[in-house]
C-alpha cells in the first residue's frame, strides 16, 4: 500500500524532473494525440449523447409532473458541464487508452524493451511518459466539450423536438442558467483527469512483470485503478471547483 | 604514478539477489580495456544478471561496479546517462522496438545520440546492417524477422553508434554456423582494428577460443577461473574440467549411443 503511493509519487517526480530537463518530443506527443485524441473522438461523443438523452429524458418527465419542464435544460447542462460531461470522457478514456498504454508499455517491459531504452541512455518517462501526458492533457478538455455539447444537443433534440418544449423557451432557460464558470470547472476536471489516467496506466505498465499474464494484469489493474480515481477525485474536486467557480457566479 | 589506464571494468565482491534467491555470491574480476573478455557458465549461472549490473541497469545488493576507474554504484539514472551511451548492449532476445522497423530500431541510438542528419543516418543504418549480413532490410518489422535476424539487428542496434565497449549476451547463440562464425569474425575485427572492449557471454567455447582475450567462469553465481584463454583449458577446477569435458564430447561423440539428457 505504502510502498504503492510511494512508486506513484516516484513516477510523478521522475515526470517533473523529465518536464523540466528534457527536450519535448513533438513527434511522439503528436502521434499520441492521434492516438488517444483523435481516436476517442466516437466513443466520447456517443457517451456524451446518450448520457444527455436519458438524464433529459428522466428529468423532463419528473419535472412535468411538477410544471417545471422548462428546467430540464438547465439540469441537463449543469450536470453534464460540471459532472457528467468529464467524468463520463475520462472514464471512456481510461477504458480505451489506459489500458493501450499499460498493455504497450508492459509489453514493452517484460520483453526488455524498457532495458534496451535505458541501456541506450534514453530515459523510459521521457521517452513513453511524457508525450502520452502532453497528449492527454491537449486531448481531453477538447473530448470533455464535445461530450458535453453532444449532451446538450440530444438533450435538446430530446424536450424540443419529440416533448415539444418550445424551442426559445428551452434555450434560454438553458443560457440564462448555465455559466462559463460551469464550463470551465468541468474542462479543470477534465484536465486532472487526464493527468491521473496516465499516472495510473503508465505507473502499472512500467512495473508490470511476469510475461503476457503480468501484462494482462496490469492493464486490468490501470482501468480500475484510473476509474476508482476518476471518481473519487471528482468527488473532492466538484466540492473545491465550487469554492473556485461557483455556480452562481456572474458571466466573465 | 601509475600510468596504465584502469581496466575497462571492475567488479568487486558483487552480490545480487531475488526473492531471497541468491544469484550472485561475490563475483570479482576485471575487464581488461581494448579487449576481448568472454564470460563463460552453464545456464543460469548468472551470465545475464552480471552483464547487467556493468551499466548500471541492475544496482547490486552489495559490491562495486566501476567503469573506466569511477564507481558507478551511487549514480543516478540521469548520471548513468553519458556512461550507457559508450556502452552498447545486446540483449540475450535483441530486446528490438517492436513497433520500429529495422531500420528505425538501429537509427534509435543514433538519434538519441542528437545525429539530425537523415543522410548521415541513413548510410549509418545501412553500414551496420551490412556488417551483420542484413544489408537492405530496413523497411521490415522485428515481427516478421526469424530469432538469428533479430539477434543481428540488435547487434547491429548496439555497433550503430560507435561505442567504445559492447555488451554481448550471447552473440552466436541460435545462428547457423556459418553465421556463427561471421559474427564471432566480426567481434574480433572491431576488437582488432577499432579497439572496442567487449564482454562475450558465450557457451560457445570455439568462437570463445577465437574472438577472446580475457575468460571469465562463471558458475552458480561465484567465478571459477579467470585468466587467459590458453591457461583455461590447464585450469584444474572441477566445474572447468566438466565444462570442458562436456564441450568435447558434443564435438566428437564417445559412442553411438545416445547421450543421455540429465
Ligand atoms: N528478474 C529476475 N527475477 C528473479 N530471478 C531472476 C531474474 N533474473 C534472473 N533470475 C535468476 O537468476 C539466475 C541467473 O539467471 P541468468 O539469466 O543470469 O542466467 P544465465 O547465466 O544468463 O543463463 P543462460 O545461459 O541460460 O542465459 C537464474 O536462476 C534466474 O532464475
Ligand atoms: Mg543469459
Redesign the interface.
Same mark, same amino acid.
Given at each position: 500500500m505504502i510502498s504503492f503511493y510511494g512508486q506513484l509519487g516516484l513516477l510523478v517526480g521522475d515526470v517533473m524532473v523529465a518536464i523540466l530537463t528534457s527536450g519535448f518530443r513533438i513527434r511522439q506527443t503528436l502521434h499520441q494525440i492521434v492516438v488517444i485524441g483523435v481516436g476517442s473522438q466516437v466513443v466520447v461523443t456517443i457517451t456524451g449523447a446518450f448520457t444527455g438523452a436519458v438524464l433529459a429524458a428522466q428529468t423532463y418527465f419528473k419535472f412535468s409532473e411538477l410544471g417545471l419542464e422548462a428546467a430540464t435544460g438547465p439540469v441537463v447542462s449543469i450536470a453534464m458541464c460540471r459532472e457528467l460531461g468529464p467524468v463520463l470522457a475520462a472514464l471512456m478514456v481510461a477504458g480505451r487508452m489506459g489500458s493501450a498504454m499499460s498493455a504497450?508499455i508492459g !509489453? &514493452?517491459r517484460v !520483453?526488455?524493451?524498457i532495458? %534496451?531504452l535505458? %541501456? &541506450?541512455? !534514453?530515459?523510459p518517462v521521457e521517452y513513453l511518459v511524457i508525450p502520452r501526458l502532453a497528449a492527454i492533457l491537449i486531448s481531453m478538455p477538447i473530448l470533455t466539450a464535445e461530450a458535453i455539447w453532444c449532451g446538450i444537443l440530444s438533450s435538446q433534440f430530446l424536450t424540443v423536438d419529440l416533448f415539444g418544449i418550445p424551442e426559445p423557451w428551452y434555450t434560454e432557460q438553458l443560457l440564462s442558467h448555465t455559466r462559463s464558470s460551469d464550463v470551465i470547472a468541468g474542462l479543470v476536471k477534465s484536465v486532472l483527469f487526464g493527468f491521473l489516467i496516465v499516472i495510473a496506466s503508465c505507473h502499472r505498465g512500467l512495473s508490470a512483470k511476469d510475461g503476457a499474464m503480468g501484462v494482462g494484469q496490469a492493464t486490468t489493474r490501470a482501468v480500475v485503478d484510473s476509474a476508482l480515481a476518476i471518481l473519487v477525485v471528482n468527488f473532492f474536486l466538484s466540492l473545491l471547483l465550487e469554492r473556485w467557480f461557483p455556480t452562481h457566479l456572474v458571466d466573465f | 604514478m601509475n600510468l596504465e589506464p584502469p581496466p575497462y571494468f571492475e567488479i568487486e565482491d558483487l552480490y545480487q539477489a531475488f526473492d531471497g534467491q541468491a544469484v550472485l555470491q561475490g563475483v570479482s574480476f576485471k575487464v581488461p580495456r581494448g579487449r576481448t573478455t568472454a564470460i563463460l557458465g552453464g545456464s543460469g549461472a548468472g551470465k545475464s544478471v552480471l552483464l #547487467?549490473h556493468l551499466?548500471g $541497469?541492475l544496482k547490486p545488493i552489495s559490491g562495486t561496479v566501476r567503469v573506466t576507474g569511477i564507481d558507478i554504484g551511487a549514480f543516478s @539514472? #540521469?548520471q $548513468? #546517462?553519458?556512461i550507457? #551511451?559508450r556502452?552498447g548492449?545486446l540483449?540475450q532476445?535483441g530486446? $528490438?522496438?517492436?513497433?520500429m522497423s529495422v531500420g528505425e530500431n538501429v537509427a534509435?541510438?543514433l538519434r @538519441?545520440?542528437g545525429e539530425r542528419s537523415a543522410k548521415t543516418i541513413a548510410d549509418r543504418v545501412e553500414e551496420v546492417l551490412s556488417l551483420v549480413g542484413l544489408s537492405g532490410q530496413q523497411a521490415k518489422m522485428p515481427d516478421a524477422l526469424s530469432g538469428g535476424m533479430r539477434k543481428r539487428v540488435a547487434l547491429a542496434r548496439a555497433l550503430a553508434?560507435r561505442p567504445d565497449c559492447i555488451l554481448y549476451d550471447e552473440p552466436t547463440a541460435g545462428l547457423d554456423p556459418i553465421l556463427s562464425e561471421s559474427i564471432t569474425h566480426l567481434i574480433r575485427t572491431l576488437q582488432s582494428t577499432l579497439h572496442i572492449t567487449s564482454v562475450m557471454v558465450t557457451h560457445h567455447l570455439a568462437s570463445m577460443r577465437y574472438a577472446a582475450d580475457h575468460v571469465v567462469f562463471m558458475k552458480s553465481g561465484i567465478v571459477r577461473y579467470e585468466g587467459s584463454v590458453s591457461q583455461f583449458d590447464q585450469s584444474d577446477d572441477e566445474a572447468v574440467r566438466a565444462f570442458l569435458r562436456a564441450d568435447a564430447m558434443a564435438i566428437s561423440p564417445p559412442t553411438s549411443d545416445k547421450i543421455e539428457s540429465s
Open positions: 504497450e !509489453t &514493452m !520483453t526488455e524493451q532495458d %534496451a535505458r %541501456a &541506450m541512455g !534514453t530515459d | #547487467r551499466n $541497469l @539514472e #540521469r $548513468l #546517462r553519458s550507457r #551511451r556502452i548492449v540483449f532476445d530486446a $528490438l522496438f517492436d513497433s534509435f541510438p @538519441e545520440g553508434p
